[in-house]
């Protein structure tokens, strides 16, 4: 038996975000129809994450590769999925579960957003073009660096006046990172969301925007772009292959 990809996604209550995050996994299943894969929820969606892994569990299956679809390493990726993790392999003893590595900033998912931001009108071309990278923003601010170095890679390649980040819970705010596109020069503003699907966040920031700048163009989210399962599938060949070196050190 193939070993599973469970493809773990935060979860929302708005309804957008289990459609964007199904059809993201659905791009996944296209790109590898002999691969089984499923999709799970940390929270406030179904099915929950201890739901699938139960499933895989009673098919029979002895490995299993856990893909978060989060873009950041922050406290779901590094203390709820492996606490949930660990409770798993105490339920099912002869199931071998590996998370794999965080979707993360992956320079493809930077091209996915580039490409968002182009299919809104963003032509790569013009210097009249200011991008506001819109992400969520974290308490940390070492978190919020490592976004804003987003930045300068999205605007690389490109003639914009230039690329700004904001955040939907923290500062720079959009209107903050507006302005200053405006002082650079830029005569057209398009938000690109660093996010992978749509929800309160994005609706607040999409709010805000149309508020301070009504001409600004809001490009689509992250969503089933297929350098998205490029990525995914490259993070699940990495935790393959530690299943792998798990059973070879076992038999060895």
């Known amino acids: 038996m193939s070993v599973p990809l469970i493809a773990v996604a935060h979860g929302s209550r708005d309804p957008r975000s289990a459609r964007a995050v199904a059809a993201a996994v659905a791009g996944i299943r296209a790109s590898r129809s002999d691969l089984d894969v499923r999709l799970c929820f940390l929270d406030l969606s179904a099915p929950s994450a201890d739901q699938a892994i139960d499933a895989v569990a009673a098919e029979g299956y002895s490995s299993a590769v856990v893909v978060p679809l989060l ?3 922050a406290f779901h990726a590094r203390v709820d ?3 949930l993790l660990t409770a798993a392999r105490a339920r099912h003893r002869g199931l071998d579960l590996v998370q794999a590595d965080v979707l993360g900033d992956d ?3 930077v091209d996915a957003v580039r490409a968002r931001a182009e299919a809104a009108g963003a032509a790569s071309d013009d210097p009249e073009v200011g991008v506001v990278l ?3 923003g974290s308490s940390s601010g070492s978190a919020n660096a490592r976004t804003a170095r987003i930045a300068p890679r999205l605007l690389a390649g490109t003639a ?3 690329v700004e980040t904001c ?3 923290t500062e ?3 209107p903050q990172a507006v302005s200053r596109l405006r002082r650079a020069g830029a005569e057209r503003i398009v938000v690109a969301p660093w996010f992978l699907a749509p ?8 709010l805000q925007a149309t508020e301070y700048t009504p001409d600004a163009i809001f490009a689509d989210v992250i969503g089933a772009h297929p350098l998205l399962a490029e990525v995914a599938l490259d993070r699940y060949h990495a935790g393959v292959e530690l299943v792998t070196g798990t059973r070879a050190a076992l038999t060895a």
Request: glycine share 14%; no cysteine.
């Open 71 to 73: 873009l950041g390493s």
């Open 81 to 83: 999925l492996p606490g």
């Open 107 to 109: 320079e493809r998912l």
């Open 134 to 136: 819109a992400a969520v």
């Open 160 to 162: 914009w006046s230039g």
């Open 167 to 169: 955040y939907a819970t």
């Open 172 to 174: 720079p705010s959009l």
């Open 199 to 206: 929800g309160r966040l994005t609706d607040r920031l999409e």
